[in-house]
């Protein structure tokens, strides 16, 4: 233990001797384009992120689960992309601390920091949904050129037959039902051909044989009994 | 040449050992030495040597000299790497979290007015402090100690401790509370 007197001759002391190397001026330049980086790396992924939910909710239809009523909201809970959204807000929960640790926006509430990177995130989530970034990188994964991220986009289009909605051309048109079939020949197995019960109120004229449609509903005996079904267009 | 560097200020001579001067180093650790051993003792409430954690203190600001600005108060600077390791001195004595979850700093804080304590009112801190101040937590100790003892103001405390200067506020009205019901009860 060092009595109060030797503390500043003994850090003198190491000094002297060479033993407390001064860190210079680029090494904490250097630190700094580090966090830089690391921000911009996060930022870029909270952005990857966060327009992909958006992406998916609109290119793989769940949106239209919410026009269904009760059924459809528990559908589009169950459907909804939550891991990306997770992934999204982790990153800006890095990003916040990181900004918090390395620059002066302690002197600003959790809060207020956090709100400023959430709209920040969503802001350019939202922006790169305009463009055809990711609608390009499905179009790659649909073709099998897409090796990493292939998984993540191809399940986009998912008819999501387990969990009751199913997508596909129809195929005929009866009184009282009829027919679709989906076969995108990717590597999951949502491809069938389903005989479909439309919703009471629901005008069959309205559908002709190679519409697209989402159907939300129950499979039973090998028919589907539906409680929400959505045109599609060319398009989605 | 001492008598020359004791006139200038703590940021002068920290210009000086940024241009690697030891014996400018030399007197600002004179500077500090009783004030961060005060600080130490009293935030960590232990007789535990506190001498060492002093020294490390000295030695990081000699090595990260290059990363202070000049242009800001030297005080905060150096009292924020002294918080850094009395606290990581305090994890590995006791079982304190690695990470504290405040929720005062998440909330808005502008309403807040900044009342800066009179004589009076330190004077009577002063001995409520050396009755109770070691059955206060160790986030409200540490604020009480750095602006009733070490006198620092709201502005340089919540450059010490990196919070929201609303915070500070808050706590330091909390620890006092919670240091007259104390005192009160006994």
Redesign the interface.
Known sequence: ????P???K???D???AGG??????T??ILRTVLVGLAGAVLLAGAFFALSFVFFSIHESGVRFLLEFGEQGLTAFITLFPWTSLLVSLAFLVILELLV??FTSA???????IFLWVLVIGVAGGTLIGFTPFHASLLSAADNDRLPVLGPLYEQVHDSHIDRGVYRGNVVSVAESYFIISHNDTDRDSDEGVWNVVPPEGFDLGTLSVGNKVYVAGRLKHGVVYAYGIRPLSGDE | MDQELRQKTDEELARLVQG?N?TA??VL??RY??KL?RYGRKFLSETA?I??V??EV??KA??????YDAARPFSPWIYRIAHNLFVNALRSKSRLPFITVDLD?????TAYEIDPAGDEEREEMRGLIDRGLKELSPIYREVIVLYYIEQLSYQEI?DVL??????VGIRLSRAREALKKYVEGT
């Open positions: 233990m060092l009595k109060e030797d503390i500043q003994s850090v003198l190491k000094i002297r407390v190397p001064m860190h210079s001026r090494y904490f918090r640790q302690y002197r600003f509430s959790l809060l207020r | 690697k030891e180093f030399g650790m004179s030495q009783s051993l040597p001498e060492d002093v020294q000295f030695i000699y090595q990260n000299i290059q990363s700093m998440f909330a808005a804080h919540a990196h919070i929201p200067v609303g915070t």
